[in-house]
Structure formats: structure tokens, C-alpha cells
């Protein structure tokens, strides 16, 4: 049985850690990897420094959890909105539109800022490697299953990725300047094209 | 008249900067953003340090004539494989692929690496999304030359633009693991996909 005494200062700690995770995201997303630090993320979540080195003692502990928190959260974001979808006509825009809603959050902006930073740090690109193939085949898995497609027909896998890579590129394409009209136009074009190949 | 005395010491002037550029373009490839000081890129391009700060005397100096160069390269490299493209069948694949290999090479990899540090630093970012306006403005027109296609159908200027978009999203999944394989399955399905889009 838990201790009552005890469970309080659990559910504390949980509190402090989840904001520490969710401050590591908002600061890798605003000011990027290099400015990311502990005492930096500690600053912005209000922890004081040692609450912080409690959890995190270094920069990469913080990076791992921050890692992990962001493929939970960018999973559960792709379950909540697919659960949403309109049925029949506009599905389907609805779809490329919440895929590319998801590539340009703060969330991806954040995963830009890693995924760059892992791509010259060893320790780091591993883990997120690791943890990219899953959020890949968990979105792929996800978007066959609102499309009603199955990856048996031939084609359909490859035709599903191209339309998660596209994504990607929107999101990319989001990190310099204000994309959405640009952005709109190719998702309701591209939803057209997804339509007709799917059903040939 | 160009003084022949001069002419010599201009050419290896040229020599040194264009050493310079291509080494920076390497480096950030290589070791990010963070690590490319002029100190790092007048080492790897074996020019003295005094000659590299004649050039460049600051890290500003020499990423604005990066960013400057990458563009010319990449404009360059679009160009050259757009002129070697076969006729008749396939030729939709090829342009696809060769998109593809435009936004995987190092001088992508290079290019992402500062516009995510541009993303958090105001003159850079202002520099470079100058100067990406520009390249997707010559991209996207060489793709409607190749592809033999016209914006003032209703519909081609976002079908065109989303396969833009695509071969970015592929030089991101790229760039911590080598995606070769998946690519090329994506690439030959979205040319038949593109075919018929353009066709319709």
C-alpha cells in the first residue's frame, strides 16, 4: 500500500519534473539547443536550480527525458486529433491538414533544434534515432488507419510515407517565416492527389 | 585594362576565398552551426588564420557569404542535373529523383544547420530567408520547365510545390540516418502519383 505521507511529495515531484520537461521544449523551440541549459530551463519553469539538478543532473539526463516527454506527447497529439476527423467528404483534407498542423507546433520546432544538434553529438542522435522510428511507424500505422487504406496494396505504403515526408517539409519550410497561406493551398491540393492515388 | 601585376594576386585572392566557402559549407556539415568559427573553416580550408580574417574578419562576415555561395551552388547543381535529364519514359522519376538528391547532399545538410540556428538569431535569419525566397522561386520554376507543365492550370503550382516540400521533408529524415533505400521506393511511387496528377 502507498504511503499517505509519502504520496503528496510523489505527486510534487511528478509536477516539477513534468514542468521542467514541458519548459525544456518551450526554450529549445524559442532560443534553441546551444541556449538550452538546466539553470536556463529551471529559470522558465519557475524550479529553483537545485529542484532542477534533482531530476536533471546534467544537460544530456534533461535532453534524454526531454526526448522521450516529446515522442509521448507528438503520439498522443496524433491519437486526439485523428480521433476528431469528420467522416466522409473533407476527410481526407482533414487529415493532410492535422498532419501538417502537427509537423509546424512548438513540438516540431523544439524536435528541429534536437534533431540538428544530434546529427554532430553521438550519445544523443542514438537515442533519437531510436525514438524517431517509433513516432515513424506509430504515424504511419495512425494515418492508414484514418485513410481506411491497407498496405497491401501495392503502392500504398510508399504513397502514405511521401505524404508524412511532405509534412515534415511543410514544417521545415514553417521555421523562418509564416508558412499557413502557402501551406493551405498545397493541403488542399495534395488531398485531391491522395484521394485519386488511393483509389486507383 | 586590368593591371597584369595585379591579375595574379586577385586570382589567388579568389582561390582563398572560394577555399574558404567550401570549407565552411563542410564544416557545418560536419560539426554544426556552434562549432564553425572562422578559426575552425581557415584550418580545414589550410589558409593562414590572418588570411582568413582578411576575408571574413568576423563569424557574421563569413556566414553571410555562405549562405550567399550555398545558394549559387545549389541554383548551380539544379540546373546542371535538369539539363541531364533523359526524355520520354522515366523522365518523371528522374526528376523526382534528382530533387531527391539536391535535398540530401552536404550542402543541405550544411543548409539546415543554419537555418536552425537562424531560426533564434535576427540578422541571419532575415539573410537566409531572403535568399531561400530566392532559390524556391528558381526551384520551382526549373520544375515546371522540366516537367513541361504550366501554372495557369488550375492546381499545378501546389502539386509542384508539395513535391518541393516532399524532398525536403526526405533531406530531414536523412539526416541522422541513411534513408537511401525507403527514398527510392517513396520517389518512384510519387513520380507515378505526379504523372497522373498532371495529367488530370
Known amino acids: 500500500m502507498a504511503d499517505p505521507l ?3 511529495q510523489q505527486d510534487r515531484s511528478r509536477a516539477t ?3 521542467l520537461l514541458e519548459a525544456s521544449v518551450e526554450s529549445l523551440a524559442q532560443v534553441g ?7 536556463v530551463v529551471a529559470a522558465r519553469a519557475g524550479v529553483s536550480r537545485g529542484a532542477a539538478q534533482h531530476h536533471f543532473p546534467t544537460r544530456a539526463d534533461l535532453f534524454e527525458a526531454a526526448v522521450e516527454y516529446m515522442t509521448e506527447v507528438r503520439l498522443a497529439e496524433i491519437r486526439t486529433q485523428a480521433a476528431a476527423l469528420p467522416v466522409g467528404a473533407g476527410r481526407t483534407e482533414a487529415i493532410v491538414s492535422m498532419l ?5 507546433g512548438p ?10 544538434a544530434a546529427s554532430t553529438e553521438e550519445p544523443l ?12 511507424r506509430q504515424a504511419h500505422r495512425a494515418l ?9 496494396t501495392p503502392g500504398v505504403r510508399e504513397t502514405v510515407q511521401g505524404v508524412l515526408d511532405m509534412a515534415r517539409g511543410l514544417g521545415l519550410a514553417d521555421l523562418l517565416t509564416d508558412d499557413g497561406k502557402r501551406r493551405r493551398g498545397i493541403v488542399r491540393q495534395w488531398s485531391k492527389i491522395l484521394d485519386q492515388a488511393l483509389a486507383s
Open 100 to 104: 501538417a498542423d502537427v509537423y509546424t
Open 17 to 19: 519534473r513534468q514542468k
Open 33 to 39: 539547443y546551444a541556449a538550452t541549459t538546466v539553470a
Open 125 to 136: 542522435r542514438r537515442q533519437i534515432v531510436r525514438l524517431e522510428a517509433h513516432v515513424g
Open 144 to 152: 492508414l488507419e484514418v485513410l481506411e487504406v491497407s498496405e497491401k
Open 107 to 116: 513540438l516540431f520546432r523544439a524536435a528541429l533544434h534536437l534533431w540538428v
Open 6 to 8: 509519502r504520496a503528496p
